[in-house]
């Protein structure tokens, strides 16, 4: 039998060590597309709820929009947190994306991984100068957005990222 040293484990040399990780943030005023961003969604929702109670007759609908606006009033209430805990981070080997509150999610994308590299803007976005930075690799699990970068950080990003990529292929 091996000694415990040379045993494989999943102990704290194995794990993603996210302790001295130099942690950027969004822009704060992605703050702003994530409100309109659910106003929007709000408006829309209940348009329909208001016209299937006039139109298709649901009497119970009236009952249910109360509900409705007390969840997205809630939303509101919960996007500043919710943007604050958005973050990435550029590490040796890979870059680490964290969003949530109650429940948290971290990516590691490795740079020799990365096939695509992609900026997008939204209208709202492109009238506050931010810009939503996309990283697409082979596994659909892994790919990764990192929303409300200002539109000069995240073409830098993306031109930093696809050079990493370029020099550190792995068997693609």
């Known amino acids: 039998m091996p000694d415990d040293e040379t045993i494989p484990t999943a102990g704290p040399e194995r794990r993603l060590q996210l302790d001295d990780v130099d942690w ?60 604050r805990s958005i973050g990435y981070a550029l590490r040796t080997d890979d870059l680490v994306f964290r969003r949530g509150i109650m429940f948290q999610r971290f990516v590691a994308v490795p740079y020799g991984r990365m096939q695509l590299v992609d900026i997008t803007r939204g209208p709202v976005s492109r009238v506050l100068g931010l810009a939503d930075l996309r990283l697409v690799t082979a596994a659909a699990a892994s790919g990764v957005a990192i929303p409300g970068l200002p539109e000069a950080d995240a073409e830098d990003l993306r031109d930093r990222l696809v050079s990493l990529a370029e020099t550190r292929r792995a068997g693609l």
């Open 24 to 83: 950027r943030r969004v822009s704060p005023k992605y703050l702003v597309v994530a409100i309109v961003g659910r106003i929007v969604s709000a408006v829309v929702i209940g348009a329909a709820a208001v016209f299937l109670w006039l139109v298709a007759g649901w009497g119970w609908i009236p009952w249910v929009l109360p509900v409705i606006g007390v969840g997205f009033l809630i939303a509101i209430i919960i996007e500043p947190r919710r943007v």
